[in-house]
């Protein structure tokens, strides 16, 4: 088969990989209906992750399983699953907890930007659809193997409630999904953090009620204006910068909550700075799988409609300009088709 | 009237300062019957916070209110009162939202090693026992203005539930006063992390189930030993340096929670193994204020007996060795008498 590998800064490529087969026992291996590029997938593709040899790419993924390894038993071949970016056996004590993501066996997905995937644990990790969906669902099952799980984590994370003041700092995919998330968790005022128009027109159409274009302190700035000189109720930091995670803390009013799912390049958050403001920090590799079945009924009967962040749909042998639309921002999220 | 002014490190005299009035209607002047001294005065005590000037210490106190502003309708002269090392207004939105501390008008009360002082916001501040207290109670009444409160919130926001495991790091007076607190939320089991005997007895007394001596990554191993690797649901942060905090975090399970009060002192937290840990982090001064009124409550009905912390009572101008004792953990916490 082929799929995607990247070799270094903005060198992706589309080659002959390994067909992937039954490993182990617990393992499925999946004929993949979509994958699609993340924003994180951004960092190593930018250099800022170094390459240290050529690597497979992709850990979003939804399709038709194929195969199932002896010991699987809630999923077989023929039914459409999803599963989240890590694998999961959901019985450690940490998965009983709801924290998925750092399960005591995990196994990172990085293979999924392909037409077969393997999927380790798969009992753990598979979540089956109803049926097998129509085309048109097939976009929004695929955000909850990763991007609308993080973004319903975030807003989790921020303790969103209804009537809560939410801003969400991050117009990427996974923002304007937790701009969704607290909307329909209930929030009343949600504001989007965002100076791309095509961005802030989604954010509206998710829930946003206030956009605010300001960065930084400036638009810490704004985000008192707008709360009478209080800050945000929760605040979503869904980019990972020391920037954007000071001003997700900062725009956060005693008491708050800063829910952060960006993963942290070179973040070292100031401790005395921490302390005085008060604020509940809680985030992380999102636990998609603890949302999977909820998130999953909400697509299913039309509730939401995330698949929307794709705005841009490429064949997979396209992968590279795929990443290329991302970097250069004239894309949100690219879905990709094997 | 004399009180006590630090002077440099590890000079503390005991001086003539002007004796306060009421400067705004909303103040109110109080005979001080007990103040002490607070793990925080020795970072300035011990030079890591710089002295420019002579400074007049102390900020916990309870005492017979002598005269109040013209604003003032809360409290009244005679009564017994105590108030937190924050005055704040309890009407702003801080305030409202339980994070006095962090008062919008807040003032930091700073010169109560002294037979008398001056609390503004009095209203908002002060708090009136049932009755002029009996001697033998005002120890535990004492500990209400910081100590007690401030262990209370360490183990608050660390989400202490009932059956929880909780792990206490510093086995200073709030450090221990946070194993009486979870224990009182209904922790199943406290882990006090003490390598001073006096101390383990206290924490044994206040309701620890195991002692650990080790500290560091040593101090973390052992507490994932006794957790089948798994970690803390709940940890209380209780000292200010990077090594203590490192402690807390990583002793925490995912999905758990880091409590802090621990003044932070050269602290910077790495934001990418906050994002794998998955740990939730809360804390800051405490809003002791929110907890006056209920703890007021266990201690005039002896549910607690937090007083007992102090293991060394002096008269007010033996100040010098008041700080002396616990700068040399002669003394966990020294209780002063005007």
Same mark, same amino acid.
């Given at each position: ?13 589309f ?12 393992d ?12 994180? *997938? ?5 250099g ?13 993924y ?8 002896? *010991? ?32 005591q ?25 109803? *049926? ?49 998330s ?45 709360t ?8 979503l ?25 960006g ?37 299913w ?19 590279a ?11 949100i999220?690219t879905?990709?088709?094997?």
């Amino acid at each position: 088969m082929r799929g995607a590998v990247l070799y270094g800064p903005r060198d992706v490529r589309f080659e002959e990989r390994d067909t992937p087969t039954i490993i182990k026992p617990a393992d499925a291996i999946i004929r993949v209906s979509a994958t699609c590029v993340c924003g994180s *997938d951004l960092w190593p593709y930018r250099g800022v992750n170094p390459i240290p040899q050529p690597t497979p790419m992709g850990h979003e993924y939804c399709g038709i399983v194929e195969e199932v390894g002896s *010991d699987v038993t809630s999923v077989k071949p023929g039914q459409f699953v999803i599963g989240s970016f890590f694998a999961s056996d959901n019985t450690c004590p940490h998965c009983h907890a709801g924290y998925q993501s750092s399960c005591q066996h995990r196994e990172f997905i990085g293979t999924a930007q392909a037409p077969v995937l393997r999927v380790p644990l798969a009992d753990g990790t598979l979540v089956a659809t109803p *049926d097998v969906p129509s085309n048109d669902l097939v976009p929004s099952l695929l955000t909850l193997s990763d991007v609308m799980g993080t973004g319903w984590f975030a807003a989790d994370a921020a303790n969103v409630k209804p009537g809560s003041t939410v801003a969400v700092v991050g117009d990427g995919a996974v923002g304007l999904l937790g701009v969704l998330s607290a909307k329909h968790m209930g929030a009343e005022r949600v504001i989007a953090m965002s100076r791309h128009e095509s961005r802030q027109r989604l954010a509206r159409e998710f829930g946003a009620t206030d956009i605010v274009t300001e960065r930084g302190d400036e638009g810490v700035e704004r985000i008192k204006e707008l709360t009478n000189g209080v800050g945000a109720d929760s605040v979503l930091e869904c980019v990972g910068t020391q920037e954007s995670m000071m001003q997700a803390i900062q725009a956060t009013r005693p008491g708050g909550a800063v829910g952060y799912v960006g993963v942290p390049h070179g973040v070292a958050l100031d401790g005395e700075k921490l302390f005085y403001g008060h604020v509940h920090l809680h985030g992380g590799p999102a636990p998609v799988r603890r949302f999977l079945p909820q998130l999953l009924d909400l697509v299913w009967s039309g509730k939401i409609n995330p698949g929307k962040v794709f705005d841009l749909i490429l064949p997979l042998d396209q992968v590279a300009e795929g990443y290329r639309a991302m970097d250069e921002r004239r894309a949100i999220k690219t879905l990709l088709r094997p």
